[in-house]
């Protein structure tokens, strides 16, 4: 009976706000879909949810595929190939992604440029994903967020 209580006796009354932890730049794993088991970076949240979207989604973007080892040996043109970034942009729902403790800073960087509404837009948002994902790694930020999750 005497459990341990997660949340204040405020908190625990039906209707009450919890405190939101999804916010921009949270790393995600994505556990259904086409994409289960892979990292990803919360862009925009909506808890409420929307008409296309009539529950609580955020807009996330990832790594589908993941830079390749790369050794001192290989040629200019085969490492370049081995350490591009293929990322994915998805709408995808609260419960099918689990939050975890470290996050991006994004910054601006997609601040108002990241559009899903058709598939011109959605090509050059995932453009943009895949320019800041490469600075990124290129630049040593963020290392074990460009490593294959292994579980």
Known sequence: MGGLWLF???QRKV???LVNFLKGGRVVLVLQGRFAGQKAVI????????TTHPYGH?????ISKYPKRVHKRMGRLKITRRSRIHPFLMVCNHKHIL??????ALGA???GKISLSDPTKRKASKAIVRQVF???????KNKWFF???KF
Request: charged share 20%.
């Open 43 to 50: 862009i925009q949240n909506s808890d409420t949810g929307n």
């Open 134 to 140: 490469q600075r990124r790694y290129y630049a040593g």
């Open 15 to 17: 209707g009450s706000p």
């Open 109 to 111: 960087e997609f601040k």
């Open 147 to 149: 490593q294959k999750l």
């Open 99 to 104: 939050p975890t403790r470290y996050s991006i």
């Open 58 to 62: 955020c807009v996330i973007a990832g």
């Open 8 to 10: 204040t006796s405020e």
